[in-house]
């Protein structure tokens, strides 16, 4: 794999990271008019728009080993969107981006007993503390909603494992698509019921959609064909800091010090355990391979 190569792949990589967050910035604007739900809303609705075309998955042929998970997959979509933007209006950007960042750190850490894994662990936990700084001024709420976010992003990457496994292509994606999107169908009647539809709450939502989801979706395809997969997790490292400066450029958040180290904090955290992981991996992969190659 040439060097260009990779380097076109990690600028997709940063260039669909950043959009994924202005989409998130952009979205909030809409909050006013039609809160979190409403841009959830729309935003998987553009998603269904983007996904089922691509996909095309015969709904018809799923079996129910293939739908529990699928439906599982769209329930976690509706929540964890949901969540983190309800926390994005409560919390701000970089705070609820990088609480909802623990969840694939999670998933790395999971079942780890090496030291440096605990010694992510611990910095993690350290992060949080730091970025937090809880008192009794502090929104539990909001904190406690980008963790929900965590959570849902954790049961969104094994789910994802669980369906690649059993239907090919995007076709479970978009399927969970679909069911999120009718989830949120009564939240979409009744705004339009109450006129709270008006045209730049509109704008903002589907440009949180399309920024969000379609942008992303099509860079990080584009992306996975030229970068090692060992790099996308070490990547994923920079959405809480962009997420922290989408929100200080387009939406005046302002972060103390301590919300930039307890950030910092984190990310250190999820680049060490991924590249732990890669190494690990490595290691038992190679042995193995090597009497098939002899």
Not at 31 to 41: Q, S
Not at 240 to 248: K, N, R, S, T
Request: glycine share 10%; proline share 5%.
């Amino acid at each position: 794999m040439s060097t260009r190569k990779v380097a076109g792949g990690l600028a997709t990589m940063v260039a669909s990271a950043a959009s994924n967050q202005v989409g998130a910035a952009v979205g909030a604007h809409a909050f006013g008019a039609i809160g979190p739900a409403g841009v959830v809303a729309i935003r998987q609705f553009v998603a269904v728009a983007v996904l089922l075309p691509a996909a095309r998955p015969n709904l018809r042929r799923f079996t129910w080993s293939q739908w529990w998970p699928t439906i599982l997959l769209g329930l976690v979509f509706a929540t964890m969107n949901l969540s983190l933007y309800t926390a994005i209006s409560r919390v701000g950007l970089g705070l609820a981006v990088t609480l909802e960042f623990l969840g694939p750190l999670a998933v790395a850490l999971a079942g780890s007993r090496t030291r440096v894994d605990l010694l992510c662990a611990a910095a993690a936990g350290l992060g949080v503390y730091v970025l937090v700084l809880p008192d009794p001024s502090s929104d539990y709420l909001g904190i406690g909603l980008g963790l929900l976010a965590a959570a849902c992003w954790a049961a969104y990457i094994l789910l994802n494992r669980m369906i690649g496994q059993r239907l090919p292509g995007l076709q479970g994606p978009a399927a969970a698509t679909s069911v999120s999107a009718l989830l949120y169908l009564p939240v979409a009647g009744l705004l339009i019921a109450q006129g709270r539809f008006t045209g730049i709450a509109m704008l903002y939502a589907v440009g949180a959609g399309v920024l969000s989801s379609v942008i992303p979706y099509a860079a990080d395809l584009i992306a996975l064909r030229r970068v090692p997969t060992k790099f996308f997790g070490i990547v994923m490292s920079i959405h809480p800091v962009l997420a922290a400066l989408a929100g200080l450029v387009l939406l005046d958040q302002v972060l103390a010090a301590h919300v930039w180290l307890g950030i910092g904090i984190v990310v250190a955290a999820n680049v060490l355990a991924v590249t732990a992981a890669t190494r690990s991996a490595t290691r038992l992969i190679t042995p193995a391979a090597a009497p098939a190659r002899s």
